[in-house]
């Protein structure tokens, strides 16, 4: 669309053919040792962005106050992924354990104030564009921004699939109580 992109991942990281295939595709890529830090480059090249987009709430809250000082003209675009706070509120009613239900509302503060000082937040689904509305009201643009994934042009039949894999970190609560249920419910019926 005629931008110029710049990717600056907060751990600094060079990632291999993952950086190689963004740098081909002609987005800048900043990583250490050159630069090394989020901060570095917002104060030496801050001015240089209409467009800040951060994903995750913790990430934000890092560095909302320094882009709008280092990049006062820059628009920030907040990706939510998921509302932390009510995957961990509905964990604390599960396990009916007091202790996580209140970390659930200590994380949704923390969440929804990022939210009402970024310019829009992107949200996937219906569910928590209106859990957003419901708790910041006005102060908080949001836009419905739906996962994007390329549908396979043709798919084969059952008889020829064989093979199973699962990408995702363990230490994503959501992920491992997806993988267990998965083998629990799901397998059985599979074999």
Known sequence: LGFKLTFVPENMAYFGKYTDDLQRMGIECIYAPFTLSVNEVLENRGGEFDM???????????YIETIRQRAPKAKIVFNNADLHFLRELRQGIALRN????????AT??????????????????EV????????????????KCPWV?????KV????????????????H??????????VAEVMPLLR
Do not use: C, W
């Open 52 to 62: 800040v987009f951060i994903t995750r709430y913790g990430v934000a809250a890092k």
């Open 149 to 153: 994934v390329d549908i396979a042009k």
């Open 128 to 143: 928590e564009h209106a859990v957003i509305m419901s708790h910041n009201l006005d102060a908080t643009k949001i836009a």
């Open 108 to 125: 949704r503060d923390a969440e929804l104030a990022v939210m009402r000082k970024v310019d829009v937040v992107l949200s996937y689904n």
């Open 98 to 105: 007091q202790d996580i239900i209140h970390k659930s509302i």
């Open 173 to 182: 609560p959501p992920n491992l109580e997806g993988v267990q249920f998965f």
């Open 156 to 171: 084969p039949g059952f008889a020829e699939r064989k093979d199973l894999a699962f990408l995702g970190g363990f230490g």
